[in-house]
Structures are given as C-alpha cells and as structure tokens.
C-alpha cells in the first residue's frame, strides 16, 4: 500500500488526511526504519507492508468504534506505537498514555511524539500489571487499547483495570478472534466487563481478515486484578 492507496483506502472510510498528516506517517516511517536497527520494533520495515499492516490496521477503531472528542486513551504494549500512534496523528484531540515495559521503546516513543510534534501523549515505562495497580491510572480511561500483544484473555486482565466504568476496551485482532472472544469470557466478567461488538473486515490489498473487538466496563474491576507482573500470561484467568 503506498502513500496513494493509503489516502485512498481511508478516504473510502470518510477520513481526508491532509499533507501535514501524510508528512507525519512519512517521518514515522523513517524513524520507525532506523530505530529498528538499534532495537527490535518490527519484522516489518518495507515501506508499502508497513503502510497497510501498521499504519492503515491501527486506524480501524476510528471507523469501527464512536471515540468522542477529547477522549482519554491508554495503549498498553503498544511496542512502535501501534495502534494509538497513528489514531492519534489522525485525531489529534485525543489524549493518549502508552503503557510499554521496555524503556528503549518508551525512548523511542518519547522521540517520535517529538518529531511528529504530537501533543497530549504521555509515555509511561512499566510493566501493565504494575500500571493497573496504581491510582495515578486505574480506572482513569474512556477507551484501552491492544494490538498483537497476547490472547483476549490475557489482555482483558492487563487492559480492564485502566478503563473507567462505562468505558472501553477495544482489542485489535486477526482471524482467530472468534475462537479468543470464546475463550475470554469468564476473564472479561470476572474483571467486570462485557462483551459488547465485533466488527470485522478484510484489509485492503492482501485481504486477510481482521476484527476490532469492543468489550464494555459494566463494573469497578475487583482490586486483586491485575494480579503480579507474569502471572496472567503464566495462569491466564478462565
């Protein structure tokens, strides 16, 4: 997908990206590239790849999900910055916090939202289960993201505990998220939400299948979740 189709392919989805936007995706990408050199951000880096299955599949939630003006947004694990990164250079008004365990990504991120002169984007460097546990972000979100991070059940253990009640947490999955909705179930009540909507559809060009997940904060999440830093990907709740 090159700069063209990916204009295009948004355009399709009523998003006009205007030259500082498409300025901004083409710096990501240079420091993308060459950070990558120094540090493991992504197996992808061909410029047309990285433009459809990051920057393009990062943008679903905004046409998949109502994301209000101003809304508070928490990335946890968000690596090079996927999704939150490219919703926000879209939507600039929203709020964004990135939650990632390596402070040389965190270094990265704090570089990038520099460079592409983004506002309102708060890197934090720490583990998610440590995160949940803290008061400065429990409870604090509108909405909580994840993208290729680790199963729903897993995820919904380190991403409930930051949403509001009344939020969201919108997960970003591949073809497999029928079967990983299934298994999360009792993780996703126990923690106090509910599973509210599946949105899927094929990605442009190579059309492989992907869903945008919405699961709902119906409840205050119990305050032994998240449990201690490994113990939900070693004993996942089910």
């Known amino acids: 997908m090159n700069e063209l189709e990916f204009m295009s392919a948004l355009k399709d989805k009523n998003i006009e990206i205007s030259a500082l936007q498409l300025n901004q995706f083409e710096r990501y990408y240079e420091l993308l590239v060459e950070w990558n050199q120094k540090i493991n951000l992504t197996a992808i880096t061909d410029k ?3 433009y459809l299955k990051h920057f393009y599949d990062s943008l679903m939630p905004l046409w998949n999900v ?31 916090t990135i939650i990632d365990s390596l402070n040389k990504r965190i270094q990265f991120l704090n570089l990038l939202a520099n460079e592409l002169e983004l506002k309102e984007v708060t890197n934090v460097h720490a583990r998610a289960e440590e995160a949940g546990q803290n008061p400065d972000y429990r409870g604090k979100y509108d909405f909580a993201t994840a993208r290729a991070v680790a199963g729903l059940n897993i995820l919904s253990e380190l991403c409930l505990p930051l949403v509001r009640k009344g939020g969201y947490f919108i997960a970003l999955k591949g073809q497999k ?14 923690l106090g939400a509910k599973f509210e909507d599946q949105k899927s559809e094929l990605l442009p060009i190579e059309e492989s299948e992907r869903s945008v997940v919405m699961i709902r904060k119906t409840l205050d999440t119990p305050k032994k979740y998240p449990r201690r830093a490994g113990k939900p990907n070693k004993q996942p709740i089910q």
């Not at 101003?70 to 968000?78: E, K, S, T």
């Not at 998220?177 to 126990?190: G, H, P, S």
């Open 177 to 190: 998220a029928d079967d990983e909705i299934q298994l999360a179930q009792k993780a996703i009540t126990v």
């Open 48 to 50: 047309d790849e990285v």
């Open 66 to 96: 109502e994301i209000p003006k101003g809304a508070q947004l928490v990335d946890v694990g968000a690596g090079a910055g996927f999704p939150s990164i490219p919703m926000k250079i879209i939507r600039p008004d929203l709020k964004i």
